[in-house]
């Protein structure tokens, strides 16, 4: 069920933001953020109430996660809300540093879009300054964090696939059966991950390994 938040007497209430959330705690914490701002605020959990929120509640811009659950995602909402307001502004916030681990192109984000990791918003002035820029349609390099240099980055869907199955703790030739291939393809694979991972190998290392490890920091750690 959606949640009003409002401060009177600041000039910013004038300015309502959706924020989609579906962890309790970031919500709670988020929207207290920014009503101490003086925003008027309503919280939903998920993007089926966001649609009916945005509906009558109007936002003028909106604070997304990207992964809600079951259902549409923090891009696809996005989408959605801007096909009966193309002007409202947009604020990803999210774990994920790196959308293409999740299967979206970085180019398929609204370049007026700003894109926080969550660990940014304890830093309200970044969070203040995110919200402004979607509101205006320019945003700065500084508030799209989706746009650093992340190593898997330049990794394909195949790869991805790869380091997530291996993540799992599943062996080469276990991975080579789920794809329908063979051992040898899969070590082919591994090695050619590792190289677009720009991961260097040292002595007595293992690449598997490694490639493994970052995956792990990149991708599971942050979700935690």
Do not use: W
Not at 78 to 84: G, P
Not at 97 to 115: C, F, H, L, Q
Not at 158 to 173: P, R
């Amino acid at each position: 069920m959606p949640i009003f938040y409002k401060k009177v007497g600041n000039v910013a209430a004038t300015q309502k933001l959706l924020v989609v959330e579906d962890n309790q705690f970031m919500r709670a914490l988020i929207c207290d953020l920014l009503v101490t701002e003086g925003f008027e605020v309503e919280a939903v959990e998920s993007a089926a109430q966001a649609v009916k929120a945005a509906a009558s509640f109007d936002p003028d811009a909106a604070i997304l996660d990207v992964e809600l659950g079951v259902g549409p995602n923090g891009f696809d909402l996005a989408r959605i809300l801007r096909e009966t307001a193309p002007e409202i502004g947009l604020v990803f916030l999210t774990n994920i540093p790196e959308p293409k681990t999740i299967g979206v192109d970085n180019r398929s984000i609204p370049k007026d879009a700003a894109y926080l990791v969550k660990e940014s918003v304890g830093d309200i002035e970044l969070l203040l300054k995110a919200i402004k820029a979607s509101l205006r349609g320019r945003v700065s390099p500084e508030l799209r964090q989706d746009r650093e240099s992340h190593s898997l980055s330049n990794l394909s869907r195949s790869q991805l696939d790869l380091l997530h199955m291996a993540a799992l703790g599943l062996s080469n030739s276990e991975i080579a059966q789920r794809r329908g291939t063979t051992v040898r393809a899969v070590e082919n694979l591994f090695k050619r991950a590792i190289e677009a991972a720009g991961i260097e190998v040292g002595t007595g290392e293992h690449g598997r390994v490694l490639a493994v490890r970052k995956y792990i920091e990149t991708v599971v750690l942050p979700k935690n």
